[in-house]
C-alpha cells in the first residue's frame, strides 16, 4: 500500500536532496504516478501521443535490447523548484496508461505460440520486459519503478531488472503473511534485487506497532517509518504552477529528506556487506565516526521523531489546495 506516495518520496529525494537525474517508470496501469509528476493535461498528451509504458513495451517486444526509450520518456516532471531557485529538478517520466493491461494481454498471446508451458510465457516476458527497463542503464542516476498492485508480468520483470526493491506496507492484521509470501515468492524465481519492506500510513497504535516489529525483525528495516499524515497525500496532487518544497510539501519535507538518507544508507549497507562476503577491500565505505553517527539507525529514529512531532498537529491545519 502506498506505492505511489513512496515513489514520489524518493524521486523528490534524490531530484531534491541528491541533486540526481531521476527516471521514473509507471508500470501500474492505474497511473498514479504518472498523474503525481505530469498532471491530467500533460499524462492525456503523453497517452495520445503513444508515450507510455504499454506502447513501449508492444513496440519493443521483437528486439527488447536495442529499443530507444526516449521516444517514451516525458521530459521536466514535477511541480517543485529546487530551493532558492527557479529551476526544476531533473525528472523524467515514462507514464502508464490503461492500455498496459491489454499490452499484457497481447504479449502473453504473442508468446503463448512459441513456449512449450505458461511458465515459459511468463519468464520470457519477464525478461524482455527487464531487458527493457535496463536500457535506461547509464542514462539515469536513479530509475524509480511504480510496480502494479500483485504480481504481473511488469512487475516481475520490473523486479528483475531492478538492484533494490523497497517494499511499502500497511501494518495490518494481514501484513506478516503478505510480505513472507511475497519475500518467498521472490527467492524462488531467483529475483536478485535486495529487498527492505517499508512500513507506511503508520498510526501510532500499539497493533501497529507489534506487526512492524515482526517484519523488521525477520526482513530487516530501513531504519524509519512513513506515517499516515494528509501533508503526504496533499504532496501527491500535482499543481499546474510550479511550487517551493515548502509550499509542496509543508511539514512533511522532513518525511522526504530522512527517507532519502534513509535509503542511502541501506544501500551503502548492503555495498558494504556484499564486499566483507567477497574479502575485498571496504576503504571506500566511510567508517569514520562522524559517518557512524550521522547515519545510524539510532540517528534515524531521531529523526523520524521529531518529524511525527512536526507533523502531529498537521490534521487540524488547512490543507493545501492545488488545481491540477
Known amino acids: ?17 541528491g541533486n540526481k537525474k531521476v527516471l521514473i517508470i509507471d508500470l501500474d496501469a492505474q497511473a498514479s504516478s504518472s498523474l503525481c509528476f505530469l498532471g491530467a493535461e500533460r499524462w492525456l498528451k503523453a497517452k495520445s501521443d503513444g508515450r507510455h509504458a504499454g506502447d513501449m513495451f508492444i513496440n519493443a517486444f ?14 521536466d516532471g514535477g511541480d517543485v523548484y529546487l530551493s532558492g531557485t527557479q529551476t526544476k529538478p531533473h525528472i523524467d517520466v515514462i507514464p502508464s496508461s490503461s492500455e498496459l493491461d491489454d ?28 531487458n527493457i527497463i535496463r536500457t535506461a542503464k547509464g542514462k539515469y542516476d536513479v530509475v524509480l519503478l511504480d510496480c502494479p498492485p500483485g504480481l504481473s508480468c511488469a512487475a516481475w520483470g520490473g523486479l528483475r531488472s531492478a ?12 501484513a506478516e503473511d503478505n510480505i513472507r509470501s511475497l519475500m518467498r515468492n521472490i527467492a524462488l524465481r531467483d529475483i536478485e534485487a535486495k529487498l527492505c519492506p517499508l512500513a507506511n500510513r503508520v498510526t501510532n497504535s500499539g497493533s ?33 504552477e510550479t511550487l517551493s518544497p515548502y509550499m509542496k510539501f509543508g511539514p512533511a519535507r522532513v518525511l522526504i529528506e530522512n527517507l532519502h538518507e534513509a535509503t542511502l544508507h ?35 529514529d531521531e529523526q523520524y521523531d521529531n518529524s511525527l512531532e512536526s507533523l502531529h498537529d498537521l490534521d487540524e491545519e488547512p490543507s493545501y489546495e492545488y488545481n491540477g
Open 1 to 17: 500500500m502506498g506505492k505511489t506516495t513512496i515513489t514520489m518520496m524518493l524521486a523528490y529525494g534524490f531530484a531534491l536532496y
Open 62 to 75: 521483437g528486439d527488447d535490447k536495442n529499443i530507444d526509450i526516449s521516444n517514451f520518456i516525458v521530459k
Open 103 to 130: 499490452t499484457e494481454r497481447g504479449m502473453l498471446y504473442m508468446m503463448s505460440n512459441s513456449k512449450p508451458t505458461l511458465e515459459e510465457v511468463f519468464f520470457e516476458i519477464e525478461q524482455k520486459v527487464a
Open 163 to 174: 538492484d533494490y526493491a523497497v517494499i511499502p506496507y500497511t501494518p495490518d492484521p494481514t
Open 208 to 240: 501497529n506497532q507489534l506487526v512492524i516489529s515482526a517484519i523488521e525483525d525477520e526482513f530487516g528495516s530501513l531504519g524509519l517509518q512513513i506515517p499516515s499524515k494528509q501533508a503526504l497525500v496533499n504532496a501527491n496532487q500535482y499543481s499546474e
Open 266 to 300: 541501506w544501500i551503502q549497507r548492503v555495498a558494504a556487506s556484499e564486499t566483507v562476503e567477497k574479502g575485498e577491500e571496504t576503504s571506500d565505505y566511510p567508517q569514520n565516526s562522524t559517518y557512524n553517527e550521522a547515519y545510524s539507525d539510532d540517528y534515524l
